[in-house]
């Protein structure tokens, strides 16, 4: 059974940093593409970063510089590392997996088939 467990998520100052882990289960890691959506109110659901099994990563515009997509293989688990945080980045993160083989980087909802459950991050002004 496919399970994908956020943590981390909480509320932090425009400028600080958090980061959320991502612990999954019930498939190989290491085989996955893997990635980080987020949904903030009225908003669809959007990419913000993506690491394929080689290790190769993506980014919306949104946060380039800013956050970073780590995996351990070794435990499991996807992270996402955020920094310079801003209110607009201020949403429910969830993890998202897909077993695919990618040419290119999958940033859109539909393209995943296994997700988290969600946690959220405020960040206030």
Request: charged share 20%; with cysteine.
């Amino acid at each position: 059974q496919v399970q994908l467990v956020e943590s981390g998520g909480g509320s932090v100052q425009a400028g600080g940093s958090l980061r959320l882990s991502c612990a999954v289960s019930g498939f190989t890691f290491s085989d996955y593409c893997m990635a980080w959506f987020r949904q903030s109110p009225g908003r669809e659901r959007e990419g913000v970063a993506v690491i394929k099994s080689d290790g190769t990563t993506n980014y919306a515009d949104s946060v380039k510089g800013r956050f970073t997509i780590p995996k351990d293989n070794g435990k499991n688990t996807l992270y996402l590392q955020m920094n310079s945080l801003k209110p607009e980045d201020s949403a429910v993160y969830y993890c998202a997996a897909d077993g695919g083989l990618w040419i290119g980087y999958p940033m859109m909802r539909y393209e995943y088939n296994s997700w988290g459950q969600g946690t959220q991050v405020t960040v206030s002004s």
